[in-house]
C-alpha cells in the first residue's frame, strides 16, 4: 500500500508529485514475473554462437532472473528475415534449427510492434528487452526509424519497459541500430555491454542478468485514474490511465490531479506540496537526471527525425522549469547539459567503440545539487562618526601634508544620457561619476 500521500506540485502547467510505497508484506513472496523478448541477431557472422547464446548462455540467464523453467519467453531472430518463437525457458535447450544468412534487423522490429499490440491487449504492464548482434545492420536506417515508430506506439499504453543491448564479440558491432530499441527503455538508464567468445557461459549468463536485476519490475504497483492523466516522461505528448510504483521513493508527472486516484484497490490521499523552489525541486528530480541524460544520448546516437522532436521536447521542458523554478546563483543549469549533447556535432562521427563509451550511464546527480552561498550576507551595522571643526591654523597643517599628492576629486552629477548607461540604471552609480586628476 502507499505509505504517503501523493503530494504535488504545479509546474509547467503539469504537476509533479512524490509519492512513497511499499509491497505489504503478504504480496513479496509472489514477485511479477516481467514478459521477456529477446531479439538475436543469427547472420551468418555469428556462426555457431548463435547456438551458443539460445542453448547454452540464455536458459542460465532466466535461472539467475528467476524465471520457472516453464515460464514463457519471446524470442525473436533476424537474419535475411525474421523468425518468431513463443517458447517455455526449458525449450530453449531443445532448438537447433537456426538459419544464417543477412543482417536485416527491420524485420524483427516489425514483428516486436505485433508483439506489443498483443501485450496492450492482454493488459501486460511490465516487460524486459535484450538485444544482440554482433555485425553492421544492412537496413539501419529502416530499422532506427521503425523502432523510433514502435517507441511512439509503447508511450500510448501503461508498460514499464526495460530495455538493454549486447554487443557480441565484434567491437565494430552496430551500434546505432542496437541503440534504436533502447529507445523502449522508460524505467531506468540504458546500457551497451561487450560480450567476448571466451567468456565463460556462467559469467556471460552473470553480465547479462545483471542489466535486469535492480529494474525492480518484480515488485511494485500500478496507481490508476479513470481518467488519463499520468505521464511516463514529463515531455511526452501521451498520457495514460496508470502508472508503475516501484519499492520506495516515487516522482509521478501527470497533466491534472484527479481525485479518483488507487493504489492496490485503495484510495490515494492528495497533499499540496506547496510551492516549488529549486530545492524541492532537486530532491524530488535528483534521481532521474542519469536516466534523463541518457535518454538525450540513445536518442543523439539514434538522430530520426522522431528522435530529434523528442531532444527538442526534452530541453525545452527543462529551460521552462528554470525559468519557473529560479535556479541558485552558482548552481549549473540541467538545460544547459541537455542542450550540449543536442548541439554535439561529434557524435555523428564517433566509431561504434566511442559510441559505445559515450552511452555509458553515469551519476551526475551532484553536478546540480543547489549552491549554497561561501559568503552569506553579514549584518551592516550603521558607522557613526564624530566630526570636530579644525582652526583656520590646523587646516593649514593638513594642507600642507598633502602638497605632494594628487588630489582626485569625484565630481558627482546627473549624467546627460540617464537611464542609458552600461547599466541601464536610473540611479547615480558610481558609472556615473565623472573623475578628475588634479596635480
Not at 497533499?271 to 534523463?292: A, F, P, S, T
Request: aromatic share 8%; with cysteine.
Amino acid at each position: 500500500m502507499a505509505n504517503s500521500p501523493l503530494k504535488t506540485f504545479p509546474l509547467n502547467n503539469q504537476f509533479i508529485s512524490s509519492i512513497n510505497y511499499k509491497t505489504p508484506e503478504d504480496q513479496l513472496k509472489n514477485e511479477i514475473k516481467p514478459s521477456f523478448i529477446v531479439v538475436l541477431d543469427r547472420s551468418g557472422s555469428m556462426r555457431d554462437s548463435v547456438r551458443r547464446i539460445v542453448t547454452e548462455i540464455l536458459p542460465i540467464m532466466f535461472q539467475k532472473l528467476g524465471y520457472e523453467p516453464t515460464d514463457n519467453i519471446h524470442l525473436v531472430t533476424f537474419s535475411d528475415d525474421d523468425e518468431y518463437h513463443l517458447l517455455q525457458v526449458n525449450q530453449l535447450t531443445a532448438m537447433t534449427n537456426f538459419d544464417q544468412g543477412g543482417t536485416n534487423m527491420f524485420p524483427a522490429v516489425f514483428r516486436l510492434r505485433e508483439i506489443f499490440q498483443n501485450f496492450q491487449s492482454n493488459g501486460i504492464e511490465v516487460l524486459r528487452i535484450l538485444a544482440i548482434s554482433d555485425g553492421l545492420i544492412s537496413d539501419q536506417d529502416k530499422t532506427e526509424a521503425s523502432a523510433s515508430e514502435l517507441a511512439k506506439f509503447a508511450k500510448s499504453f501503461s508498460i514499464a519497459i526495460n530495455s538493454q543491448a549486447i554487443r557480441w564479440e565484434q567491437p565494430s558491432a552496430d551500434t546505432r541500430a542496437l541503440c534504436s530499441l533502447l529507445q523502449l527503455n522508460n524505467v531506468k538508464s540504458a546500457q551497451m555491454v561487450d560480450t567476448k567468445l571466451i567468456t565463460p557461459n556462467e559469467d556471460i549468463a552473470e553480465l547479462w542478468a545483471q542489466l535486469f536485476m535492480d529494474d525492480q519490475l518484480t515488485s511494485g504497483t500500478t496507481l490508476t485514474s479513470k481518467c488519463k492523466v499520468f505521464l511516463k516522461n514529463p515531455w511526452d505528448e501521451e498520457a495514460t490511465e496508470k502508472i508503475r510504483l516501484q519499492d520506495g521513493s516515487n516522482t509521478v508527472w501527470m497533466t491534472q490531479v484527479p481525485n479518483d486516484m488507487k493504489v492496490d484497490g485503495a484510495k490515494v490521499d492528495v497533499n499540496d506540496g506547496g510551492e516549488l523552489n529549486y530545492e524541492k525541486l532537486y530532491e524530488l528530480m535528483k534521481e532521474k537526471y542519469k536516466y534523463v541524460v541518457n535518454q538525450m544520448k540513445v536518442h543523439k546516437i539514434v538522430s530520426t527525425k522522431e528522435s530529434i522532436t523528442i531532444m527538442h521536447r526534452i530541453v525545452t521542458y527543462f529551460r521552462r522549469v528554470e525559468i519557473e523554478v529560479k535556479v541558485p546563483a552558482g548552481t549549473k543549469k540541467f538545460s544547459s547539459l541537455l542542450e550540449d549533447i543536442a548541439n554535439d556535432r561529434k557524435v555523428a562521427y564517433m566509431s561504434p567503440e566511442e559510441l559505445k563509451a559515450y552511452l555509458e550511464p553515469k551519476d551526475i546527480k551532484n553536478e546540480f545539487k543547489p549552491t549554497k552561498s561561501e559568503n552569506p550576507k553579514q549584518e551592516v551595522k550603521p558607522v557613526t562618526t564624530s566630526m570636530t571643526a579644525l582652526t583656520p591654523e590646523q587646516l593649514v597643517e593638513v594642507i600642507k601634508s598633502f602638497e605632494a599628492t594628487s588630489v582626485m576629486v569625484l565630481l558627482l552629477k546627473q549624467p546627460e544620457n540617464e537611464g542609458n548607461c552600461n547599466c541601464n540604471c536610473k540611479c547615480n552609480c558610481l558609472c556615473h561619476f565623472k573623475s578628475f586628476n588634479n596635480q
